[in-house]
Nanobody, 122 residues
């Protein structure tokens, strides 16, 4: 069993930066790939990025490539998402999730955090 807690959400101006953290408790965190998804009001959750168990493999949605960076520190059971040059269309609830495989599909993830909200103002 893995419990995930997101932190670091908040409000920034367009062009600003924010770092989200996903901290895990429970055993075998290093057995899981960790992904970030986001959800806009009234929409399905969409894939943002994922990092493999050891951190050597990452994937990004086209909409965030070159602006967002995912990393993990297995010693601290933490995955971070550095978000740069934020735009109003990045405003959403962000969720981290743990699963057995590197995947962009939400159904491949077993454990989910409760989310953290990001707002981007002009």
């Amino acid at each position: 069993q893995v419990q995930l807690v997101e932190s670091g959400g908040g409000s920034v101006h367009t062009g600003g930066s924010l770092t989200l953290n996903c901290t895990a408790s429970g055993r075998f965190f290093t057995s899981y790939a960790v992904g970030w998804f986001r959800q806009f009001p009234g929409k399905e959750r969409e894939f943002v990025t994922v990092i493999s168990r050891g951190g050597g493999n990452t994937e990004y949605a086209d909409s965030v490539k070159g602006r967002f960076i995912i990393s993990r520190d297995n010693a601290k059971n933490t995955v971070s998402l550095q978000k740069n040059n934020l735009q109003p269309e990045d405003a959403a609830a962000y969720y981290c999730a743990a699963g057995e495989a590197v995947s962009s599909m939400s159904r491949q993830y077993t454990y989910w955090g409760s989310g953290t909200r990001v707002t981007v103002s002009p």
